[in-house]
């Protein structure tokens, strides 16, 4: 197996805004680099690092890349590889989370739904990372109309199955540091949880809420006694609280609406 998330290398995200913050900022979640290109800011093995590109500008391809003689400029992988493609129409964009940064979002999720990461679990794991991820940003964003519905729903679909491969397979030592990064340990043995919460504020956001989630849940519950349509408060928008678990004895995840 392979080993490429930097555990000791993270970058630091406001849930709240979806946008990369400094260390130390109040309420920032930590989370992992990925390879060479994978995290906010991190390029070419370090942050704020130079993107290696063709003389005219444009991406280089992921042979291209990987025969450069500068070891942090090679991708890792497929995943890596995607993460400079996406690193690079980001810069093209500017600061500000405008249309073309959407844009940008949208381009990787269909590429994570392309790539079968089921070649290593680390993989696996930041995929579907990744994909919640721009997900999110979209949502914070007013800016899920970038993505079809059709594809919002085989995204969620895609990154739950990465997700649930990765917690499946990934070695005893480096899930407990998974989940302890990622989620919370609960009052039950063996379970951990990661609360979140979306807030709508009009019957659009509030649709688009319903179909992710429930897409979500679908792919998380499918065949299960408890595959039942999941409660987003649809059409009354507002703040809605849910939770992911996951039980580390049986392997089970499970989503809800609290």
């Known amino acids: 197996m392979m080993a490429f998330i930097q555990w000791d290398k993270p970058f630091f995200v406001d849930p709240s805004t979806g946008e990369v913050v400094l260390a130390g900022t109040e309420g920032a979640v930590a989370v992992p680099t990925y390879g060479n290109y994978g995290g906010g800011g991190y390029s070419a093995g370090k942050f704020g690092g130079e993107l290696p590109t063709a003389l005219s500008g444009e991406p280089l391809s992921q042979e291209q890349l990987t025969q450069s003689k500068i070891d942090s ?153 408890d595959d039942v349509p999941l409660d987003t408060g649809f059409p009354m928008s507002g703040v809605s609280e849910y939770q992911l678990t996951f039980n580390v004895v049986t392997r089970d995840l499970d989503f809800a609406s609290v």
């Open 73 to 225: 400029e090679n991708p890792v992988d497929d995943l890596d590889y995607l993460f400079y493609l996406h690193d690079l129409a980001s810069n093209d964009v500017g600061e500000a989370y405008d249309s073309e940064q959407a844009k940008a979002d949208a381009a990787l999720i269909d590429q994570l739904i392309d790539l079968d990461a089921s070649y290593d679990p680390e993989a696996s794991l930041y995929a579907a990372g990744a994909t919640f991820g721009m997900i999110g940003r979209l949502a914070l964003n007013d800016q899920l109309d970038a993505l079809p519905p059709e594809a919002l729903v085989a995204a969620t679909q895609d990154a739950v199955g990465d997700l649930e491969y990765a917690l499946e397979n990934l070695p005893q030592q480096e899930l407990v540091t998974a989940l302890g990064i990622l989620f919370e340990p609960t009052s039950q043995q063996g379970e951990f949880a990661f609360d979140f919460e979306v807030t709508t504020t009009s019957l659009k956001q509030e649709f688009i809420e319903f179909v992710a989630l429930n897409a979500l849940n679908d792919a998380i519950d499918f065949g299960e006694a």
